[in-house]
Structures are given as C-alpha cells and as structure tokens.
C-alpha cells in the first residue's frame, strides 16, 4: 500500500501534453501582454500577432514545451499524487475513502509539487518565453536600441530551442537558465496550493454521493475551474516572472523581483501587474481541464479501471 506509483508520473506525461497543445495559443498572447508592448488589450494583441506572423505566430515556441512540459507535469502531478498519498496513509485515522482528503495533507503535497515544478519548469519557461518574445516590435525609444526590431524578413535573435539554450548559457552562464527563479517560486508554491486544493474538493462537491467517483464531466468541470481560480490569482507574479525572463532578449532592464516591481508600477501603474488577467483565467480553464482529464482518464486506462480517481 505505501509503495511508489509511477503510474502517476505517466498519466501526467499525457495529460501534460494534452495541456500544451490546448493552451499554447493563448499563453503566447499572455507572455505578448505582459512582457511586450503596443498591444491594448487581448483582441487587440490577438489581432496584431495574426496579422504579422499568421496563425503560426501562436504557436511560436510549442515544440519545446511540449516535448518538456509533457516531462514537467508527469513529474509534478506524479510528486503531488505520491506525496497526499503518502501522507494520508501516515495517518492511520485517515482513509482513502471519498471525503476523507484532508486539507493539510493537500496543502503540503501541493507546496511541494510548486517547489519541485519550479526547479524543473524554470528552464523550460525561460526558453519558451524567449521564443515567444523574439518576434514582438520593441520600443527603440525605451530600449535605446538602434532601428534592429526582429521584423518579418530579418534574423531572429535565436534560430530555435537549442540554439536558445546555447546562447543564454554562453552569454549568461548556466545561472542565466534559471532567470525570474524567485518570481516563480514565489507563483508557482501558492498557485499549486490553489490548483490542486479546489480541484479535490470541487471534485467530491460536484460528484453526488451515490457514485464511487467523479465522472469524466466532473473532472473537467473541476479541473477548468481549477485552473482559472489559480491562473487568476497568480497574474501579479506571473508578470513579474514573465518580465524577469523576457528580460536579456535585447538587454538586460531589471536588477531583480523587487526592481522589476519598482519599475513596472513606476512606469505603468498597479493596473501592470493585472496584465493578461483575462486571458490567463481563460487560458486556465481549457488547459487545466485537458491537463485533469488526461491525466484521469489516462490513470484510469493504466489501471485497467473503470473508476476515475482522484490524484
């Protein structure tokens, strides 16, 4: 009974994958608004990538994510799922029967699922940012740059992934893959706290008592809501996150977390750390109720069950 589940890890590769696919559109969008600039609002930058880059300018830094982010989210949905699992069976009061999920057990397996998500996803935002990032004009006023902007036809500054990894360690040292780590932690360990917590406990609310667990309907359900309660709230440091690593694309603005606050609120006022709000809440739903679903429908498949369980 206490030992370690790897199927876990493996229907949190699917459902990892599942996730990038259905939000990657608009997480470009995102990193657009909160890192770029000229675009007024989400429609306004929706349209602008269009109509420069067409609909592959959403897609803009996919294949990277979705060959790691697949890896990312196995590991934390597989150190989420073993760590309640472990701690629910510590407590021998506690069962594993529905209700039973106790608040403080999540609560930890959750902190510890953000910790870890943050030493293996902080390269791997990096590196997607700086591609989404590569293609948007720049202010040459506030930059101080000479007419250089990546515009249709001419050299972006990274050819691809590798080379994105190859020049950020050879100009910025293997420190540099870890750029906006502390925005991300500081994101990432309370917005697991608020992804997996209502996920549970939306889970076994929406599930009427008589079934012995939640229909895929509910996990979707669930697993949107989720995600757009945690998106929704991590907005602030999500833009300070997304600024720190966008950062170095052309040079380097910000000295660090608290320098990045100084200067965005100085420049922009409190309504800048609110940026893509909207677009993240909408983002959250689809990509966390393709990322749950997977997951669940992917665990039930493993165990040749026919009883979706909850992580």
């Known amino acids: 009974m206490g030992s370690f589940q790897l199927d876990y890890f493996a229907a949190g590769w699917i459902g990892g994958a599942a996730s990038v696919i259905v939000g990657h559109p608009l997480d470009t969008v ?31 830094g996919m294949s990277f994510p979705l060959a790691s982010i697949a890896v990312y989210n196995s590991v934390v949905f597989g150190v989420f799922s073993n760590t309640q ?46 591609l989404q990032m590569q293609t948007q004009p720049f202010q040459e006023g506030n930059l101080g740059l000479k007419p250089r902007t990546v515009a249709l036809g001419v050299q972006p500054v990274y050819q691809g992934p590798v080379h994105c990894i190859a020049t950020i360690v050879r100009t910025e040292g293997l420190a540099g893959m870890y750029r906006g780590v502390g925005a ?14 209502p996920y549970v406990f939306l889970n076994d609310w929406i599930t009427p008592e008589a079934c012995t667990g939640p229909s895929p309907c509910a996990v979707w359900l669930a697993g949107g809501l989720a995600g757009a309660i945690s998106w929704g709230t991590a907005t602030p440091m999500d833009v300070v996150k997304s600024r720190l690593q966008a950062d170095g694309v052309y040079l380097n603005k910000y000295k660090g977390i608290l320098d990045c606050i100084s200067q965005s609120y100085r420049k922009e006022g409190l309504k800048v750390f609110f940026r893509g709000i909207t677009v993240n809440t909408v983002r959250g739903f689809p990509m966390s109720a393709a990322m749950f679903l997977g997951y669940e429908l992917s665990l039930q498949a493993l165990r040749r069950d026919h009883t979706v369980t909850s992580p």
């Open 30 to 60: 995102k990193t657009r608004l909160q890192a770029g600039v000229n675009y007024g609002n989400t429609l306004s930058c929706i349209r602008a990538v269009y109509r420069r880059e067409s609909v592959f300018g959403f897609f803009k």
């Open 184 to 197: 991300m932690l500081l994101r990432d360990v309370p917005g697991y706290c608020l992804y997996f917590i």
């Open 85 to 130: 699992r472990f701690l629910s069976q510590h407590h021998a009061r506690e069962s594993e029967a529905r209700g039973s999920h106790s608040l403080s057990d999540l609560l930890l397996a959750s902190m510890v699922a953000g910790v870890v998500s943050v030493g293996l996803g902080a390269p791997v935002d990096l590196i997607k940012i700086r």
